[in-house]
């Protein structure tokens, strides 16, 4: 069973039905003793970094995500779940992420100057490592992408998409995965992401 983390903040509808169409049993929870029983943990996420990790540590979901983290578990984190893996956010302010992978979030305004802010839209994959998440795509396929900041990567760094320069769009470190992308918006694509996630 896939525990989709419940915290306040994400579209954990669409998430849950993207899981059902592969056959993954999933549960929308923020109960620590069903996080803890799961197989596999997800860390979905839409709004901004500091209510988001404020909210985590409000209800003790950061310690308890942390823990399941170090024991093995897999957990996938997306869209900002994905950025909250990481040390710190720079999204209006200075936020404290979970740590769990070294690296911060930049605005991508700084770095990009004719493109529209939010990156939003299909963008292709490029693979820098052999992520398992990805065994059952191909180097160039598209994801659906709709945000306005980006990882800057200290370790982990599995896939860039190319946004005026290689934005972060995968990251991995050993058992928590990461996407900048939402795979339960990218059709067959993000299925077989979400089904390769599910047989980690």
Same mark, same amino acid.
């Given at each position: 069973?896939?525990?989709? %983390? ?10 849950? $039905?993207?899981?059902? +169409? ?9 109960? +620590?003793?069903?996080?803890?029983? /799961?197989?596999? #943990?997800?860390? @979905? ?6 209510? /988001?990790? =404020? !909210?985590?540590?409000?209800?003790? #979901?950061?310690?308890?995500? +942390? =823990?399941?983290?170090?024991?093995? +578990? @897999? ?7 994905? $950025? #909250?893996?990481? =040390? ?5 302010? =200075? ?5 769990? %992978? !070294?690296?911060? %979030?930049? @605005? ?30 191909? $180097? ?5 992408? &709709?945000?306005?900041?980006?990882? !800057? ?6 896939? *860039? *998409? ?5 934005? *972060?769009?995968? &990251? ?10 939402? @795979?339960? !918006? ?15």
């Amino acid at each position: 069973m896939i525990a989709i %983390i419940d915290y306040g903040v994400g579209n954990l509808f669409s998430l849950q $039905q993207s899981l059902k +169409k592969i056959g993954a049993k999933s549960k929308i929870t923020s109960q +620590k003793n069903e996080i803890e029983r /799961a197989d596999r #943990l997800i860390l @979905p996420g839409v709004g901004a970094f500091g209510d /988001a990790a =404020e !909210k985590l540590r409000q209800s003790g #979901l950061d310690v308890v995500i +942390k =823990e399941q983290c170090n024991s093995g +578990k @897999p957990l996938l984190g997306i869209c900002l779940g994905m $950025q #909250l893996l990481f =040390e710190r956010s720079f999204e209006y302010g =200075e936020h404290r992420g979970l740590g769990i %992978i !070294k690296g911060e %979030i930049l @605005p991508l305004k700084d770095y990009v100057t004719d493109l529209k802010i939010p990156h939003m839209g299909w963008n292709s994959l490029k693979f820098v490592d052999d992520n398992p998440l990805f065994k059952n795509i191909s $180097q160039g396929d598209y994801v659906y992408f &709709v945000h306005s900041f980006f990882a !800057k990567c200290g370790e982990g760094l599995s896939a *860039t *998409t190319d946004y005026g320069f290689d934005v *972060t769009a995968a &990251v991995r470190k050993n058992n928590v995965y990461g996407v900048q992308f939402h @795979p339960e !918006k990218s059709g067959k694509t993000g299925l077989k992401i979400l089904r390769a996630f599910n047989e980690v």
